[in-house]
T-cell receptor, first 110, second 113 residues
């Protein structure tokens, strides 16, 4: 079982819609969770991190964490074509090891 | 500018050659990493150094040798390059606990021909 799993997509949403990206993790004791965005040909950049159950909002982005169900999601409201990228979920597990998912490709259609 | 910088950005070389990639960070982080990203976009950890000491050494061919002269630098030397080494290599840095995530360099696209 992989440490972090994401649907590779591609996920396509129309401009202005809500994009929902999901991630599950295997180590129940994991404490820190991250979402990275990676544009084609660029390096991953951190969008958000979340440690506690519930929602964390930053502008158009909302990270949601449910430790009981071992999933973390990223919602992007009012999606823009510039949001088209690969979104990587990452988790720090109980062994303090940092694992990335394989990423979900998002395309926002104008 | 505070950043993680790595050079070169592109590297095209023939099989069998030896090459190095350099990485420097001025963020005051004490831990640095090398990741390999393959064509399927999967980021795989290769090495991690904390204050010049190796703390993660994943199953990587011993043709790959990291060197950390100080905590702000982590270089990657690759001997006898093979076609399968073609990938994008990212350097990253963080505080030891990485609670605020990693900061990545811009990547080095290595093409072995």
């Amino acid at each position: 079982q992989k440490e972090v799993e994401q649907n590779s997509g591609p996920l396509s949403v129309p401009e202005g819609a809500i994009a929902s990206l999901n991630c599950t993790y295997s180590d129940r004791g994991s404490q820190s969770f991250f979402w990275y965005r990676q544009y084609s040909g660029k390096s991953p950049e951190l969008i958000m991190f979340i440690y506690s159950n519930g929602d964390k909002e930053d502008g158009r982005f909302t990270a949601q964490l449910n430790k009981a169900s071992q999933y973390v999601s990223l919602l992007i409201r009012d999606s823009q074509p510039s949001d088209s990228a690969t979104y990587l979920c990452a988790v720090i597990n109980t062994g303090n090891q940092f694992y990335f998912g394989t990423g979900t490709s998002l395309t926002v259609i104008p | 500018d505070t950043a993680v910088s790595q050079t070169p950005k592109y590297l095209v070389t023939q099989m069998g050659n030896d090459k190095s990639i350099k990485c420097e960070q001025n963020l005051g982080h004490d831990t640095m990493y090398w990741y390999k990203q393959d064509s399927k976009k999967f980021l795989k950890i290769m090495f991690s150094y904390n204050n010049k000491e190796l703390i993660i050494n994943e199953t990587v061919p011993n043709r790959f040798s990291p060197k950390s002269p100080d905590k702000a630098h982590l270089n990657l030397h690759i001997n006898s390059l093979e076609l399968g080494d073609s990938a994008v290599y990212f350097c990253a840095s963080s505080h030891l606990q990485a609670n605020y995530g990693y900061t990545f360099g811009s990547g080095t696209r290595l093409t072995v021909v």
